[in-house]
């Protein structure tokens, strides 16, 4: 199973995606084969199309100088070690050597890298040591990347913007969850396991952040430079400022959790103080909903599904009993919560 993990993805690419690789290395062979008529296939030409196409514009915009880079210095390499080293079994490995240090000599990243002691490997390989074929390789790899970028164009250039909204929703809809369970663990007396459970569920909200950030930033990078990311832009920014709004109530809910997990006593569901707490929290994931529901709500909406609770903080005047330090560390969360909920500056 782990053999099978380490080559399997979690999900198939999409269709679209192997269509436009195949397509891309098709038409890299035709171009160059018509263009370039004498000497080997364009097995160069080829290789960089199907690099070339990546999920997004961008990265295939970076892949194709990535590639490119990589394939001039390689070749001039290596053309130079065999038009200087004829034997092939001595020449191979400096070119090799060679390319490597050059691109670690210039600071090449490692895919360029990589790239440099590939395309030496494979001028040594197929025999060649004219700068002629140099020349021709060169050309060869320019056209192919530059037709696996012209292809990503074309075919539909995908935008990642609903799987980071629902990413986005998804966070909120949990958070709200967490403190309406906490806003109910805070009523009534709790058991070690419930106290666990809830510790445990509070902390599974630093995953949903994550995977709401890693959304963003692949709904950011759908963007660049594609054609469709006009239209697409304004709701990218309210999905955006939603996940900025709601990334430091995570953290403010999770600390809450926590101090209610240490300092946990079973009289602390009988202070008003508390249960006052308690309703400000139900307040609080109300308003989580209200924020994520928003965009979607019409003007025939109902009253109380559009207009956010938090309409007043709570007052306290003086902490009841031994439970001071659990009910300071409660309000001040809840006062960060709170300005989080209720801050002046609106969502785009």
């Not at 890299?28 to 263009?35: E, K, N, P």
């Not at 308690?278 to 709500?297: G, P, T």
Request: some cysteine; proline content about 7%; charged content about 20%.
């Amino acid at each position: 199973m782990e053999v099978l993990s380490a080559v399997r993805a979690k999900r198939r690419a999409p269709l679209l995606q192997i269509a436009k690789s195949a397509v891309a290395m098709i038409a890299a062979w035709l171009v160059c084969g018509w263009l370039i008529p004498d000497g080997p296939p364009p097995v160069f030409a080829a290789i960089a199309a199907l690099l070339v196409v990546q999920p997004s514009l961008n990265q295939s915009y970076l892949k194709a100088i990535e590639r490119s880079a990589g394939v001039v210095v390689g070749v001039v390499v290596a053309s130079g070690i065999a038009m200087l080293v004829a034997d092939p079994v001595w020449s191979l490995p400096l070119s090799i050597v060679l390319a490597l240090g050059v691109a670690w000599a210039v600071r090449m990243t490692a895919g360029t890298t990589n790239q440099v002691a590939i395309s030496a490997l494979l001028v040594i390989a197929l025999g060649a040591a004219t700068p002629g074929y140099a020349l021709d390789r060169i050309i060869e790899t320019v056209i192919g990347a530059a037709l696996g970028f012209i292809v990503n164009l074309v075919l539909v250039p995908p935008v990642a913007i609903d799987p980071a909204r629902r990413a986005v929703d998804a966070l909120g809809n949990e958070l709200a969850a967490t403190l309406e369970r906490l806003a109910d663990a805070l009523m009534r007396p709790q058991t070690p396991s419930q106290l666990t459970e809830l510790m445990v569920t509070a902390r599974l909200l630093r995953p949903m952040r994550e995977a709401a950030d890693a959304a963003i930033d692949d709904a950011r990078e759908s963007l660049t430079l594609n054609p469709r990311g006009g239209r697409h832009r304004g709701g990218f920014a309210e999905t955006v400022a939603l996940r900025d709004r709601f990334s430091p109530i995570v953290t403010q809910v999770v600390g809450m959790t926590r101090a209610f997990y240490d300092r946990y006593d079973s009289a602390v569901a009988d202070d008003a103080i508390v249960q006052g707490i308690a309703e400000q929290l139900r307040r609080c994931a109300h308003d989580v909903v209200f924020l994520v529901r928003r965009a979607d709500a019409g003007p025939d909406a109902p009253v109380t599904e559009t207009l956010p609770a938090l309409t007043r903080p709570l007052q306290v005047h003086r902490p009841d009993g031994d439970n001071w330090i659990l009910v300071g560390s409660l309000l001040e969360d809840l006062r960060r919560v709170h300005e989080g909920l209720t801050e002046d500056d609106p969502l785009p």
